[in-house]
Nanobody, 117 residues
Framework: QVQLEESGGGLVQAGGSLRLSCAASGRTAGSRTMGWSRQAPGKGREFVARINWSTGIPYLADSVKGRFTVSRGNAEGTVDLQMHTLTPDDTAVYYC??????????WGQGTQVTVSS
């Protein structure tokens, strides 16, 4: 089993910035990618960003390119999502996830990001 602990999030005005962090623990051997998805009220879950566990190569959804960055955190097994120029459309619950080469995906509990206009 893998446990994911998210931190960060909160309320910010439009144009502002926030950083989310996620720390993985447990059986992380064989991990492939770690990243973030989000779910806005009344909408389905949307991919935001991911980073390759081994290489650190990032990948971002088109909707956040140029505003968000995803990177490895300072501690092993952590990933940060730095969000800039936030808009109300970014309001959502953000979920950290980790998937492994066995085809299993683990999810965090989610953290709320609210952007006020």
């Amino acid at each position: 089993q893998v446990q994911l602990e998210e931190s960060g999030g909160g309320l910010v005005q439009a144009g502002g910035s926030l950083r989310l962090s996620c720390a993985a623990s447990g059986r992380t051997a064989g991990s492939r990618t770690m990243g973030w998805s989000r779910q806005a009220p009344g909408k389905g879950r949307e991919f935001v960003a991911r980073i390759n566990w081994s290489t650190g190569i990032p990948y971002l959804a088109d909707s956040v390119k140029g505003r968000f960055t995803v990177s490895r955190g300072n501690a092993e097994g952590t990933v940060d999502l730095q969000m800039h120029t936030l808009t109300p459309d970014d309001t959502a619950v953000y979920y950290c996830y980790l998937d492994n080469y066995s085809g299993t995906t683990y999810w965090g509990q989610g953290t709320q990001v609210t952007v006020s206009s």
